[in-house]
T-cell receptor, first 111, second 110 residues
Framework: RKEVEQDPGPFNVPEGATVAFNCTYS??????FFWYRQDCRKEPKLLMS???SGNEDGRFTAQLNRASQYISLLIRDSKLSDSATYLC????????????FGDGTTLTVKP | DVKVTQSSRYLVKRTGEKVFLECVQD?????MFWYRQDPGLGLRLIYF???????EKGDIPEGYSVSREKKERFSLILESASTNQTSMYLC?????????FGQGTRLTVV
């Protein structure tokens, strides 16, 4: 079993739709959680951190459920420019140490 | 803004060649990482370094080595390139929790 697993996708949605991605992690000692966005043929870039209380950034909402060991990303009112691959990232500690990436979920928003 | 620069965007090398992939970051980050990214396999950690001259194996270190002689530079070395090392290679640096990536090097071994 992979340490971080994501919905395989791909997700194809019309503009304006609401879409949600889930990501589960297996190591209960994981401490920090993030969503990264990767455009085609580009490097991953931080989209948002995920906090225990949940956090929102415009149309994007991230949530963490430590008891069930999953994080989620909700995108409201999808735009064409949201088309990308979304990577879930888990850190086991905040200093030296590896981060583990999910394989990513591909979203295509269509007109 | 943090800048992580990889020396090449595209490389084509022959089987058996020794290949150097260079990565430089300009934000004095302690931690640097090398990943490869392949379709269906996601990002896999090859090696990382948390200080000058320090290195740790990641999940798939076989066939690779690294060098961190200066804080800003982390080099990935393919001792004898093989076709199964054809991939996208991504370097990242990190101070605390956010990782910043270079633009990637697409390496093809023929």
């Amino acid at each position: 079993r992979k340490e971080v697993e994501q919905d395989p996708g791909p997700f194809n949605v019309p503009e304006g739709a609401t879409v949600a991605f889930n990501c589960t992690y297996s190591n209960s000692a994981s401490q920090s959680f993030f969503w990264y966005r990767q455009d085609c043929r580009k490097e991953p870039k931080l989209l948002m951190s995920v906090y225990s209380s949940g956090n929102e950034d415009g149309r994007f909402t991230a949530q963490l459920n430590r008891a069930s060991q999953y994080i989620s990303l909700l995108i409201r009112d999808s735009k064409l420019s949201d088309s990308a691959t979304y990577l879930c990232v888990v850190f086991r500690n905040t200093n030296a140490g590896k981060s583990t990436f999910g394989d990513g979920t591909t979203l295509t928003v269509k007109p | 803004d943090v800048k992580v620069t990889q020396s090449s965007r595209y490389l084509v090398k022959r089987t058996g060649e020794k290949v150097f992939l260079e990565c430089v970051q300009d934000m004095d980050h302690e931690n640097m990482f090398w990943y490869r990214q392949d379709p269906g396999l996601g990002l896999r950690l090859i090696y990382f370094s948390y200080d000058v001259k320090m290195k740790e194996k990641g999940d798939i270190p076989e066939g690779y080595s690294v060098s961190r002689e200066k804080k800003e530079r982390f080099s990935l070395i393919l001792e004898s390139a093989s076709t199964n090392q054809t991939s996208m290679y991504l370097c990242a640096s990190r101070l605390d929790t956010e990782a910043f990536f270079g633009q990637g090097t697409r390496l093809t071994v023929v």
